[in-house]
């Protein structure tokens, strides 16, 4: 194991911050996570368990806000729904830099908090 990264996000908060910073979801998640959200009623809850897998992903690689775009990090559902990463551009050189070859990641959320924990494998 490389490193382990863990995030909350207070969905209420989460939403708020959208709907007052209409570009923030187009700055910070892919089309494909945009997309995926947009297929429920409420992508809230599903955009913050995403945003804290990026966070996650920043505190496993032992770097903070800033080290690349939140948009380099991509969560992608596998067909069963097991949630997965695409790292690409800065996020993808500085995890090849770390020697990562791998990651898990859990997501989970509430009607309150979102969260994921990311491991580097």
């Known amino acids: 194991m490389v490193g382990i990264g863990i995030d909350a996000v207070e969905i209420d908060r989460f939403r708020a911050a959208l709907i007052r910073r209409p570009r923030l979801a187009q700055r910070v998640f892919t089309d494909a996570e ?8 409420d992508p809230a809850p599903r ?18 806000l800033g080290a690349f775009a939140f948009s380099e990090v991509e969560v992608v559902s596998a067909p069963s729904g ?8 800065g996020a993808a050189a500085l995890a090849e830099r770390r020697g990562v070859s791998g990651w898990r990641l859990s997501l989970t959320h509430t009607d309150r908090v979102a969260e994921a924990v990311a491991v580097a494998l």
């Open 34 to 41: 945009r997309a995926y959200g947009a297929r429920y009623r």
């Open 82 to 89: 097991a949630p997965s990463l695409v790292l690409r551009g």
């Open 47 to 64: 955009l913050a368990a995403r945003w804290a897998a990026k966070e996650a992903v920043m505190k496993a690689l032992g770097v903070g």
